[in-house]
């Protein structure tokens, strides 16, 4: 045998000794939860060249254990231990960190660390979830709403800010999670409290017109079980001054709902939302639904109405369908933001509807910067795993060592 050929067979088989892992960042595709993506990823990794090393490795040491301790484990099968660092919405899209044996310890970090996003809100509608997945609870009004509107609201939630998180979401209320009491349609038996969070940074990518779009609200509407229970624990039986539910439910006047905030580290913060000025409900301009007003005509100068005869039976289909639909539907808006750790995305779509006088529900979402894994960078494209294991594996590896390099 040749020596490079000799060189290269004890270099592979050296390579196959080495036990990988650490933590590595991974594209999420849409429509699929953060865990099916670990089981995803095992199904992958359990039988690879690649980890096997780990498995042999974990096989000896669970051997190794004592009787008692063999009993205890939770999890008697063996297979390539995975987690994340830090849950996206089944809709999202993009940076998911995920951590391979010993690299699990590390995750905690991300949880703590700044994260960027990207996000379509689409006004007109609340959603049990908050976002586009969930039910209709509530439909308003949206065709006041424009960029300016949107953009004088955002300054409220810059900065220092208080928050409450979707009633979907994994939060623990006396050890039940909240999304629990959420599909039992129970209320929560202690009111969701807000939690202090940072917005370093937001802004507006884009402003989408009504009608320019492909987002919708769901088409499938809340039970009223359901509906009541929002009302109490999605504190939606109130809307900003001036705001207009049009679901069918009794309107609800009045002052918009004031939070009162306690103390942020050592300063004071104050989130309240500025009210936007009215217009006067009379103005010819003021729109309802998207659709302008028609002026009231004056009667006074108006010619007397007449009967349409046998000769123009035709006229009002004819009129009706000259006439197009002046509701295009709600209009979106796509924001830029870099947040801190427990900052919900859903939380902010439903705040900013409320804010500028209507509602609003996430649509789209992209975590595009988590910690140093940054999309089109370091981040692996989730595809390749389907491309087999010789494309996938070199890529891993890679990932994991350069944080092996850099490992706290």
């Known amino acids: 045998m040749r020596l ?21 960042a991974i594209n999420k595709p849409p429509d699929i939860s953060s865990a099916q993506v670990i089981r995803n990823l095992q199904q992958h990794f359990n039988p690879s060249t690649l980890f096997a090393p780990w498995l042999a490795a974990e096989r000896a040491s669970r051997n190794a254990e004592s009787r008692p301790q063999q009993r205890r484990r939770r999890d008697k099968r063996l297979q390539v231990k995975i987690g994340h660092g830090g849950t996206l919405d089944p809709m999202a899209t993009g940076v998911l960190i995920m951590g391979v044996g010993k690299g699990t310890k590390y995750l905690q970090n991300f949880l703590e660390c700044t994260k960027s996003y990207e996000a379509t809100i689409l006004f007109g509608g609340a959603t049990d979830t908050y976002d586009t997945l969930g039910k209709v609870l509530r439909r308003a009004e949206y065709g006041h709403v424009t960029r300016e509107t949107v953009k004088k609201a955002l300054g409220s939630f810059t900065g220092k800010i208080m928050q409450r998180p979707p009633i979907y979401s994994a939060l623990r209320v006396q050890g039940k999670r909240l999304y629990e009491y959420a599909r039992e349609g129970k209320e929560v038996p202690t009111e969701i409290m807000e939690r202090p969070v940072e917005v370093k940074k937001l802004q507006i990518v884009e402003w989408l017109d009504g009608g320019s779009h492909q987002y919708n609200l769901p088409e499938e509407e809340a039970e009223v079980e ?32 004031k939070r009162e905030l306690a103390g942020f580290g050592d300063s004071v913060v104050s989130n309240k939302r500025p009210a936007l000025e009215q217009e006067d409900a009379s103005s010819p ?22 009967l349409p005869t046998s000769a123009d039976h035709d006229c009002r289909p004819l009129l009706q369908e000259s006439l197009p639909s002046l509701d295009k539907g709600p209009p979106a808006v796509k ?20 804010a500028v006088g209507s509602l609003a529900c996430m649509s789209a979402l992209v975590r595009t910067r988590q910690g140093d894994f940054e999309l089109g960078k370091n981040v692996l494209e989730y595809e390749v795993l389907e491309r087999g294991e010789d494309v996938w594996a070199p890529q891993i590896q890679k990932l994991l060592d350069q944080w092996d390099q850099k490992a706290p």
Request: proline share 4%; net charge negative; glycine share 8%.
């Open 226 to 257: 359901a509906k009541e229970v929002a009302n109490k624990v999605l504190h939606l039986d109130y809307v900003v001054a001036g705001a207009s539910i049009i679901d069918g439910t009794e309107d609800v006047n009045g002052t918009k709902r």
């Open 285 to 306: 301009q003021m729109l309802m639904s998207g659709g302008l007003q028609i002026p009231e005509l004056d009667s006074s100068k108006s010619p007397e109405p007449t």
């Open 4 to 24: 490079p050929t000799i060189c290269n067979t004890l270099r592979m088989a050296k390579s196959q000794l080495k036990v990988v892992e650490g933590v590595f």
């Open 335 to 354: 924001l830029r933001m870099t947040v801190t750790s427990g900052f919900y995305v859903r939380s902010l779509s439903h705040d900013l509807g409320e």
